[in-house]
């Protein structure tokens, strides 16, 4: 008999005890591996669409707060910025192009993004039906956006103030009118809606043609104070319009140089402050981390007490066959072999485990993509990750690791004391 059938006859003979070890050992391999596939994920998702921004330009406040709501949409804005601050980022040499963001409406939970289409640039968004935006109160829906709220291409819909989702006060007096859909992009444009910064400003009450130049101020009270009664009235619905304001502006360097100095510049010298995505993320990554930890140190002690386990059976297993062992010896078989056998009966144990816990885990994880992208259009492909060849190895080790003891106890066996039932 071959050393891998006398090992699962062994390992047959006592089926709880070594069903219990498969069983803890699959269970913290699945753990680990589930955590790995999901940060993998987590990260690349939020990576690809961080990198896309060099620097984000808002109001004063958490540089965290301002990169997840306007680089994520996943928290509330910081504040607003007057729309005059973009001369500044316009005109500096370190900056290669400025993109404003208005925010502050939504439909259905998906947030209403005041922008011009360059921001689908970042992405590399591209139009599957209709058009772009290019009059006021024209909006286009991200592919996640569209498919949740079955809209398309001429339905009208109003937005509704605030960030929170369904249920708070709407527009109704701007109805925003469909003239695009947006092909799928795996990034955060697929859950927004899409409209010009002027029709944000128009909808909050802000004048998008106001000027605060001194001497178009003049010319602005000058041309008012010719309308006629009719234009007087006309304006009165809109006698509260403010200067324009932006939510933040998206920046991209024109030199590496701008990385440093320009958010320090710009934190120093005005009213606003620049916050990095890049350097937020991996802020965020370390936050998230902790809580990641915590589960995969259970994990950890999973797979430790399956192996302490798996010692312990063994190390008993061994006590019980110590005549059949030595009967061995005496029919010819070798220290060697003795060694092996105790070795192969952890090795069928551990592999056993371990295959069992990355077919759970890969299979929590193809069913939680089933589920993401049935309600929510989001498809995440939850393929190997990078350090499960190492948790494999790993598991192994400790698996031969918990044998080691009882097969080195093997092949020393004393053949006369023992069938001499000393």
Known sequence: MSIWS??????????????????????????????MMASQQFEQRLSADADAVDMVVGAKGSPMQLVLSTVFHVDAPVGNVSAEEA???????????????????????????GTDTSYLDLYGAEVAE??????????????????????????????????????????????????????????????????????????????????????DDENHADHAADEDHADHADDEDHADLRPPEVTAFLVDFSTPMAAVALPREINQSTVMQAARPAYEIRRLFRLVGYGADVVRAFAVILVIGAVLGLFTALFQALEERRA????????????????????????ILTVAGTVLGLVLAHGVAWGASLWLWEHNQILVS????????????????????????????????DIPRVLSGG
Do not use: C, K
């Open 382 to 413: 939850f393929a190997w990750a990078d350090g499960e060849v190492v948790l494999v190895l790993a598991v192994l080790a400790l698996g031969i690791l918990a044998a080691l003891p009882s097969a080195v106890r093997a092949a020393r066996i």
């Open 130 to 215: 209709g058009r772009l935006w290019d009059e006021p109160l024209e909006a286009v829906f991200g592919a996640v956006a569209a498919a949740q709220t079955g809209l398309g291409l001429g339905d009208r819909f109003v937005g509704e103030h605030g960030l929170g989702g369904v249920g708070g006060p709407t527009h109704d007096e701007f109805p925003y009118d469909v003239v695009g859909l947006l092909a799928p992009t795996g990034s955060v444009v697929d859950r927004l809606v899409f409209t010009s910064v002027a029709t944000v400003q128009l909808v909050h009450g802000m004048d998008p043609d106001h000027d605060h130049d001194h001497a």
């Open 87 to 113: 001369r500044f980022l316009e005109q500096h040499a370190m900056i290669e192009e400025v993109i404003p963001m208005a925010l502050g409406d939504g439909f259905r939970g998906y947030r209403i993004v």
């Open 324 to 347: 059949d062992l030595a009967v061995m010896r005496v029919l010819g078989a070798t220290q060697l072999r003795l060694f092996w056998q105790i070795v192969a009966e952890s090795l």
């Open 6 to 35: 006398l090992a699962w006859a062994w390992i047959r003979f006592r089926p709880l005890g070594a069903s219990l070890n498969v069983a803890l050992l699959a269970l913290g391999t699945a753990t680990i591996a589930l955590l």
